[in-house]
């Protein structure tokens, strides 16, 4: 089942006599219990986008429905209601200031018709879950970037959401950081069954945690997919270009074109990139082409990595032996569904 539906949303914002065309026509279905990210450069729409899931935005035309109910045909009253069920955490978690964590969370079930001391029930429970038990009386001044998204994520949940938004929600935390809170969503899109939209500008983060993806780029979904089908095969240059941000593989055309000296190659040899993806992995094929076709293969260095349970990346090595021989076994590997590149062929100079 699609727990949200989009269907041909646009939003275009008036600004003085300029109309700006945030969100074109997007069509996007998200599957209950899973997590979809969309990815995009600044000013590609997600936020916008985003926004309009929850209404927090009014798509200027289409329509989007969220568990059922069609909210872009709502009243107001309605709306309120149903969007109780659809949490949000932002780049910058937006707590108050003046409240301490505690309160931050109870905030949110000011009007949940919860008596105080069942309110503070579900608060202990709520800081329990982002284990933040312990600083529940601290004001987000003297919390952490990874505390404070902690407290904004257990406010999110605090009326037992169904979906939860999460506009860059990692953007501005370091790497470690941002590893542990997409951990806790993950476990809470695990545990507790929640559907989660990730907007994000960091391939990495798509990769972590995400079954699906879409990319956004002026406001149009270019591409969308399952999350390794879009890593293995990615069709658009945007798409490409986010990809190779989460691998240092590309790195050797940089090196190639400056002529660094481990791109330096004899007469007979040919500086290959060998991109594998899902059954087919790198090492017996290198080792049998080398075998059979006679030619020595010094690797220069490799990235595999897992997405979704199947195995992605490639090698860059280089080929040494009789030329007809490295053509062979370049087509015999590109036969057995390995993406070849050559990146620098020392036969033709
Ligand atoms: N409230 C607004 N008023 C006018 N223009 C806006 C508004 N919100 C967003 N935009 C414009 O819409 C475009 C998409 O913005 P946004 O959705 O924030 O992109 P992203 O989140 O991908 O960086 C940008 O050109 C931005 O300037
Ligand atoms: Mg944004």
Redesign the pocket.
């Given at each position: 089942m699609d727990i949200i539906e989009i269907d041909n949303v646009s939003?275009t914002?008036?600004?003085k006599d300029k109309t700006?065309?945030?969100?074109r026509n997007v069509s996007l279905h998200v599957a209950q219990g899973s997590i979809y990210g969309i990815i995009?450069?600044?000013?590609?729409?997600?936020?916008?986008?985003?926004?309009c899931i929850n209404m927090l935005?009014k798509p200027t035309s289409g329509k989007i429905t969220v568990n059922g109910a069609e909210l872009t045909s709502l009243s107001e009253k309605e709306l309120r209601k149903e969007r109780k069920k659809i949490g949000m955490i932002f780049q910058h978690f937006d707590l108050m200031p003046s409240r301490t964590a505690a309160d931050n969370i109870a905030l949110a079930l000011h009007d949940s018709g919860l008596g105080k001391a069942q309110i503070k029930e579900k608060v202990d429970k709520l800081l329990s879950y982002v284990e933040l038990s312990d600083r529940a009386s601290s004001y987000p001044s003297q919390l952490s970037g990874g505390q404070k998204q902690r407290v904004a994520i257990a406010r999110a949940l605090a009326n037992d959401p169904q979906v939860l938004l999460c506009?860059?929600a990692t953007s501005a935390l370091d790497p470690r950081t941002t590893r542990s809170i997409l951990d806790l969503l993950r476990k809470l899109n695990r545990e507790l069954g929640i559907t989660i939209v990730v907007?994000t500008?960091e391939m990495n983060v798509i990769k972590r945690i995400c079954d699906r993806v879409a990319v956004?780029e002026n406001?149009e979904v270019v591409e969308e997919g399952d999350v390794f089908g879009v890593f293995a095969s990615p069709v658009k240059p945007i798409t490409k270009d986010f990809i190779s941000t989460t691998s240092n593989l590309s790195e050797i055309r940089r090196l190639a074109e400056e002529n660094d000296e481990i791109t330096r190659i004899g007469s007979d040899e040919v500086l290959v990139m060998m991109k594998f993806t899902g059954a087919v992995t790198s090492e017996p094929l290198i080792s049998y082409v080398s075998r059979e076709y006679d030619i020595v293969c010094n690797i220069l260095f490799a990235d595999l990595e897992i997405i979704s349970g199947l195995s992605l990346g490639g090698t860059v090595g280089i080929f040494r032996g009789e030329s007809r021989n490295i053509d062979d076994a370049l087509a015999y590997l590109t036969e057995h569904d390995v993406n070849v590149e050559v990146i620098k062929d020392g036969r033709t100079g």
């Amino acid at each position: 089942m699609d727990i949200i539906e989009i269907d041909n949303v646009s939003k275009t914002f008036k600004v003085k006599d300029k109309t700006v065309e945030a969100v074109r026509n997007v069509s996007l279905h998200v599957a209950q219990g899973s997590i979809y990210g969309i990815i995009g450069f600044s000013g590609a729409g997600k936020s916008t986008l985003v926004r309009c899931i929850n209404m927090l935005e009014k798509p200027t035309s289409g329509k989007i429905t969220v568990n059922g109910a069609e909210l872009t045909s709502l009243s107001e009253k309605e709306l309120r209601k149903e969007r109780k069920k659809i949490g949000m955490i932002f780049q910058h978690f937006d707590l108050m200031p003046s409240r301490t964590a505690a309160d931050n969370i109870a905030l949110a079930l000011h009007d949940s018709g919860l008596g105080k001391a069942q309110i503070k029930e579900k608060v202990d429970k709520l800081l329990s879950y982002v284990e933040l038990s312990d600083r529940a009386s601290s004001y987000p001044s003297q919390l952490s970037g990874g505390q404070k998204q902690r407290v904004a994520i257990a406010r999110a949940l605090a009326n037992d959401p169904q979906v939860l938004l999460c506009d860059e929600a990692t953007s501005a935390l370091d790497p470690r950081t941002t590893r542990s809170i997409l951990d806790l969503l993950r476990k809470l899109n695990r545990e507790l069954g929640i559907t989660i939209v990730v907007i994000t500008h960091e391939m990495n983060v798509i990769k972590r945690i995400c079954d699906r993806v879409a990319v956004m780029e002026n406001g149009e979904v270019v591409e969308e997919g399952d999350v390794f089908g879009v890593f293995a095969s990615p069709v658009k240059p945007i798409t490409k270009d986010f990809i190779s941000t989460t691998s240092n593989l590309s790195e050797i055309r940089r090196l190639a074109e400056e002529n660094d000296e481990i791109t330096r190659i004899g007469s007979d040899e040919v500086l290959v990139m060998m991109k594998f993806t899902g059954a087919v992995t790198s090492e017996p094929l290198i080792s049998y082409v080398s075998r059979e076709y006679d030619i020595v293969c010094n690797i220069l260095f490799a990235d595999l990595e897992i997405i979704s349970g199947l195995s992605l990346g490639g090698t860059v090595g280089i080929f040494r032996g009789e030329s007809r021989n490295i053509d062979d076994a370049l087509a015999y590997l590109t036969e057995h569904d390995v993406n070849v590149e050559v990146i620098k062929d020392g036969r033709t100079g």
